[in-house]
């Protein structure tokens, strides 16, 4: 039986590197209660695997959660043929032809032409000039949105997330989060309406159509569908493409192949997700009375999923610390055992549905990335550190590389031509 170990998952030493935390909790096979806030953390890739696929746990902590900042329920907190269908809707939105013909030109438009400012000085800080813009522009232009005031929307979805994000909030941080979430939805209102009577053939317009049954959402259920994904699609993107120039840049030699061998590149993102999952954290509910690892869990209690943790369990993967692009895939889906398959999008009913789109998003922009940033290394006196404890990532990740006058695509695109 699992031993529950009390924990302060605030704690500045656990804020700075969460990774021997997580290895402790599998050496002695623990479960974490923080009383502060009132909930329970599990990090055993089994036991995560069997919360998120278990009907005994629910997704009610996203009332609290979400619901106040985005106007109405997001996806995941419906259930039944209702969350079928407008799942379906969502993933039929972000794959094939939409995906070549719309979304794969746009995502390269857009990482060329944050790039092309930056080459002549052969520097370049890649999450704040350049991954946050790109996570932002990349979203709006999936949802048919203006692109023009992007720079309010980012400040408005960085309230948005700390309030979905945040473990611990005071009052005032609150009352801002709030503030940047009505003015999100007072942006997006009126454009949602007018899609609603003119519909084209963007996402917006496409959760804007009726369904099978002649159902029609209203206006607040289709904008709390559009900061869904917003938020879903913006917060991760910078993070995830950071940590993988990191790991990479970490593990020359594993650079190298991937520079030389481009059919590498979905592992060395895909291997990112495992190593650092940029969603470290994912709630649910106790419905009943229920036992994880042996621990008596109380029904309505809150347990938090620790994706990054359960993503370096050894139970499940082979020397969980070290970042290796060609670890061995499982063969079936469900298999645990010694070669998992990571948690970084969930499991289960609400596992996220952008996952294969963002998996070929990042994969152009890497792709670009690599093409142009030759003699890539840390930036003189460059100091690494990952924030978040929700969502984590790099704060920064300044880089040199050789300056050149112009930008070059290389690499014609294999994500286009696999979505
Ligand atoms: C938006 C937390 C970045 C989701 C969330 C309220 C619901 C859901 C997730 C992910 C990632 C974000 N939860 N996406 O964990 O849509």
Redesign the pocket.
């Known amino acids: 039986m699992a031993k529950l170990i009390d924990f302060n998952i605030a704690s500045v030493e656990f804020q700075n590197n969460p990774y021997p935390h997580y290895a402790r909790l599998h050496s002695e096979d623990a479960i974490f209660h923080d009383r502060r806030v009132n909930a329970y953390f599990v990090g055993k890739c089994e036991d995560v695997q069997s919360i998120l696929t278990s009907p005994d746990f629910t997704t009610a902590p996203?009332l609290e959660?979400?619901q106040p900042v985005?106007g109405d329920r997001?996806?995941?907190q419906m259930s039944g043929s209702e969350h079928a269908s407008k799942r379906r809707t969502v993933l039929g939105g972000l794959s094939g032809r939409y995906f070549r013909e719309r979304y794969a030109p746009m995502i390269r438009g857009i990482s060329e032409m944050l790039l092309r400012p930056r080459m002549a000085s052969g520097s370049l800080d890649l999450v704040n000039q350049f991954g946050k813009d790109y996570g932002v522009l990349v979203t709006l232009s999936v949802l048919g949105l203006p692109t023009d005031r992007y720079k309010e929307i980012a400040t408005w979805h960085t309230g948005i997330?700390d309030f979905?994000?945040s473990l611990e909030i005071e009052e005032g941080r609150k009352a801002y989060d709030l503030a940047c979430s009505h003015q999100l939805i007072q942006y997006l209102t009126p454009i949602v309406e007018h899609r609603l009577q003119r519909p084209g053939d963007d996402l917006i317009s496409l959760l804007c159509i009726a369904d099978g049954q002649g159902e029609t959402m209203s206006v607040s259920e289709i904008v709390a569908l559009c900061l869904?994904i917003l938020?879903?699609a913006t917060?991760?993107a910078d993070k995830t493409l950071a940590l993988l120039f990191k790991h990479l840049m970490d593990h020359p030699e594993q650079l190298d192949r991937v520079r030389s061998n481009r059919d590498l590149l979905s592992a060395a993102i895909d291997e990112t997700l495992r190593f650092t999952s940029p969603?470290q954290l994912?709630p649910r509910q106790a419905a009943v009375d229920v036992e994880i690892s042996g621990i008596k869990i109380p029904a309505d209690s809150i347990v938090f999923c620790m994706i990054g943790a359960a993503n370096r369990d050894p139970k499940a993967f082979d020397a969980p610390d070290t970042f290796k692009i060609d670890r061995k895939k499982p063969e079936g889906t469900t298999s645990l055992g010694r070669v998992a398959r990571h948690l970084a999008f969930?499991a289960g009913t609400?596992v996220?549905v952008g996952a294969a789109f963002s998996l070929l998003q990042i994969e152009i922009t890497a792709n670009l990335l690599l093409d142009n940033l030759r003699g890539l290394k840390y930036s003189p006196g460059f100091v690494y550190k990952e924030v978040g404890l929700?969502?984590r990532g790099p704060a920064s990740l300044c880089i040199d590389f050789d300056a050149s006058a112009s930008i070059e695509v290389v690499t014609s695109c294999t994500a286009a031509a696999a979505a």
Do not use: D, S, W
Request: some cysteine; hydrophobic content about 55%; aromatic content about 4%.
């Open positions: 996203l959660r979400a985005m997001v996806l995941a997330a979905i994000t869904n938020l879903a917060e991760p969603v994912i969930g609400h996220c929700y969502t």
